[in-house]
């Protein structure tokens, strides 16, 4: 999967690093909505920074859902289109709805499961990792999901499989210190090459189950 990746990249880098780029300041932008709200005199957190910080969590979601549609259609058609399109592809086609309650579900549910020990949450994590695909996959055969049935899904498909993308993840390690050498520059690279291989990895593991 890595090796196919780094072969469908080929020549497509200026666009993967430039979707990278730009995902990556619209997210920064979204991160620090918190910070344009001041905190009151007793330092209890202001109401209106609460806010701030759950839309900006909102909005990081859908885009992450986003980029993540973006970087299956590249690894089953090639496909890469406009790099804004490919940003907000969680907003658009009527995937707002389904993508918005996926990912507050995925997020939560995973939270749930931190909050009784940090280990099921990982490992819960790694359950869920495929929704964001699967949904996407229910939403282009035309199909009108539940609000857990991708994470149902992901479930059921990662049973067995959650070991294989944990060492999938780690594989990426020597990568990522190599990236933080250069003061996170070469995540512009490395991201991209992870984004495109982790939807490889669903693609060869999930086929096209979903998509019919």
């Known amino acids: 999967m890595k090796s196919v990746a780094k072969g469908k990249l080929k020549g497509n880098w200026g666009w993967a690093v430039s979707l990278t780029l730009v995902s990556a300041v619209i997210l ?5 909505f918190p910070a344009f709200f001041t905190v009151s005199e007793d330092n209890s957190v202001n109401i209106a920074a609460m806010g701030s910080g759950a839309f900006g969590a909102i909005l990081s979601g859908l885009i992450t859902a986003g980029i993540a549609y973006t970087y ?3 690894a089953d058609q090639g496909e890469k289109g406009n790099i804004f399109s490919g940003i907000f592809a969680g907003f658009t086609h009527g995937r707002f709805v389904p993508t918005l309650l996926n990912t507050f579900l995925t997020a939560f549910f995973t939270s749930l499961w931190t ?6 949450g990982i490992i819960k994590s790694y359950s869920y990792a495929m929704a964001p695909y699967i949904m ?7 199909k009108e999901p539940e609000p857990t049935e991708a994470i149902t899904k992901s479930r059921e498909l990662m049973n067995g499989h959650k070991w294989e993308l944990f060492v999938f993840d780690l594989s990426f ?3 990522n210190l190599l990236a933080c050498l250069t003061l996170g520059i070469g995540f512009l690279w490395v991201l991209p090459y992870y984004n495109a291989a982790h939807a490889g990895f669903y693609r060869a593991l999930a086929g096209g189950r979903f998509k019919s």
């Open 28 to 32: 920064g932008i979204f991160d620090s």
């Open 72 to 74: 299956l259609s590249f």
């Open 115 to 120: 909050l009784l020990l940090i280990v099921p």
């Open 136 to 142: 996407k996959d229910l939403l282009d055969a035309g």
């Open 173 to 175: 390690m020597g990568w």
